[in-house]
C-alpha cells in the first residue's frame, strides 16, 4: 500500500524574498545546500527549495478526480492485489509504444516498465513523493515513454508544477479493468521469469487475495477473505449525503445485500473506510457467497440507496443512531 501523508498548509513566501519576484518553479531545481539559482544568497533549502518542497507535499484530497471511473482507480490503488487496465493517451500513443497500462504491481515494486517490445507497465500500488498521486504517476508515465525499452523506471519527484494523469490521459476513452487471479501478466507473451523476477512473481502470487469485479455496479469488488468473504464498493457520492442514506437504509432493515425482508440477512453492512476522497461502504459475506452471487443483490441495493439518496428530510432518531454506529467503524486510508 501506498504511503500516506498529512494534508499541508500552503507555505509563505521565503523572507527576504524580493517583490514581484518569480515562483519556486520559474527557477531550475539545484541541491538543497547549493546557493538558491534566484540570488538570494541563501541555500535553496532555505530560500525557493523551501516553497517548492510545501507544494510536493501538500495533499489532494481526490487525485483521481476527473479520471474516467475514479471508483476503480481508487480500487486498484487499494482494493485489488493484480488488476491492469489499458490507458488511452491524448493524442495517441508515441513512435515505438504500441500501448500504455495501468497495472496495481509491478516486479521489485517498479514504478513503471518499459517493455522489450516497447509497451509501457504504469505500476499504481508504489510510494509516492509528493502529496499528489496523479501528479507523480504522470511523471513516471512521461519518463517510461522515454526509457529505453527492456528497462525499469527508477522512482523519481515530479516538478510542483508538473502535467497530471488528467493532463495526459484521454478523458473520453474507456477505462475497464481486467482482475487477475494472478501476477503473470508481468510476463510479455512466452517469456519465462527468472532471477528477481521469478522471486518475485512467486512471492506475490503466494498473497493474492481472491478479488473479483462486480459487472451489475460500478466500483465494487467481491473478495474472498479466509474466514468470510467481502464486498467492498468504492462511491463517488458526498461523503455526508451517503452516510445519511445508508443510515436510513440500515435503521430500516435494508442495508444488507439481500432483499428486505426476503431472506436470513446473512450479509451485513459492518463499516466503510475513506480512500483518495471517496468512501467505501464493506459488507461481510457469508463464506459460500460468490462474486456472481452477488451480482443481483447489489444492482437492487444500488436501487434502494438511489432511492435513500434522494431523501432530503432529517433522520430520525433510530436512523441517527445508525449512522453514529456507522461513522464509528469508519477508518481512512489516507
Sequence with gaps: MAKKRRPQTAAAAPAGTPAGAAAAGDYPVVGARQPCPCGSGRRYKACHGR???????????????????????????ELVPAA???????????????????????????????????????????????????????????RALAAEPGTPVAAGRPAPDGPRLQDLLDLEAPFVPEVHSGFEFWLDGEEQAAGEVAASLESANEAVIPTARLASVEGAYWCEAPEKNHLRWVMTHPEEQLLDALARLHAAGASSLDEPGGGSGDSRLVGSFRAHGLTVPVWDLPRGMRSEDCEKPAAGFAERLAEALAVTAPLTSEERRSRSGLTNRQVTLN
Design 51 to 77: 516553497a517548492a518542497a510545501q507544494a510536493a507535499t501538500e495533499l489532494v484530497r481526490r487525485p483521481f478526480e476527473g479520471l474516467p471511473h475514479e471508483c476503480d482507480w481508487v480500487a486498484m490503488r
Design 84 to 142: 491492469t487496465a489499458r490507458l488511452t493517451l491524448k493524442g495517441g500513443l508515441p513512435e515505438g509504444v504500441p500501448a500504455v497500462t495501468l497495472a496495481t504491481v509491478l516486479p521489485m515494486a517498479w514504478p513503471a516498465l518499459r517493455r522489450d517490445s516497447g509497451e509501457v507497465l504504469l505500476g499504481l500500488q508504489n510510494d509516492t513523493a509528493s502529496g499528489d498521486i496523479s501528479r507523480d504517476l504522470a511523471d513516471t508515465l512521461n
